[in-house]
């Protein structure tokens, strides 16, 4: 297998074709990566079965499970505001995905572009994070919080060396100028930036979480589609 952590890191989205693997093996690749988040108290694992999640660390993405609307889950990157937050997010298409999309923002190739003085403007920049309702998904087991305790560089260096912005624009992020949101969110968004995914089936996609974010498209069969995220450090 192609997919190392290194390569991650650096690719920033990689993508394979796995085709049908059982559970125990994923997690077993997913292992080899970095350490796999799983249930680590009772809240988690009574979370792990409300998700279904047939191994802990694999967790269902289905109707019912986590994030199953059909309403597009809007640009996001793993858990901005956690302070212990997996820096790596595992999507391996098991059935029932295709028609379904899912893109993807390289913010280290949309921090290059900038002009100079932007991107000194940028590096002076500090933010805190935190969820709000009607951001990037209205789904109610997600509740309103701010965590003003962990505090964020604007422009952040990824453990490989790469360097861009960590930018997940639709979180609360308290402490960039307005103007500067308004200008980078609008650069981020051109469509050089973006890939596409066109799921099917057997397929895996592993990101990066610091210098790119990802939005899942409006899908109709979510009922049918059923995909596993690993998170990892
Ligand atoms: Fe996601």
Partial sequence: MEITREKVFTDLVCVTNL???SPEEELKFAETLGKVQKPENERQLELHKQFKGELPGIVHVTEGGLFGHKK????????PSDPNRCSMVWIYA?????????????NKKAYEDLPDEIKAHCHNVEFTCGFKVGGYTDDPTFK????????HK?????????????????????????TLYDYL???????????????KDGDLVVSEQWLTIHKRHT?????????HR???W
């Fill in 19 to 21: 085709g049908q693997i």
């Fill in 72 to 79: 597009v889950l809007d640009w996001h990157a793993n858990k």
């Fill in 94 to 106: 098991v059935k029932g995905s295709e028609g379904s999309i899912t893109s993807w923002i390289d």
């Fill in 144 to 151: 309103e919080h701010h965590n003003k305790d962990n505090v």
């Fill in 154 to 178: 604007l422009v952040y260096t990824n453990e490989y060396g790469q360097k861009g912005l960590f930018f997940p624009f639709l979180q609360i992020m308290e402490g960039i100028p307005k």
């Fill in 185 to 199: 969110k609008a650069h981020i968004l051109q469509d050089k930036y973006r890939y596409d995914h066109h799921w």
């Fill in 219 to 227: 899908f109709e069969k979510m009922n049918e589609r059923l995909m």
């Fill in 230 to 232: 690993i998170a990892i």
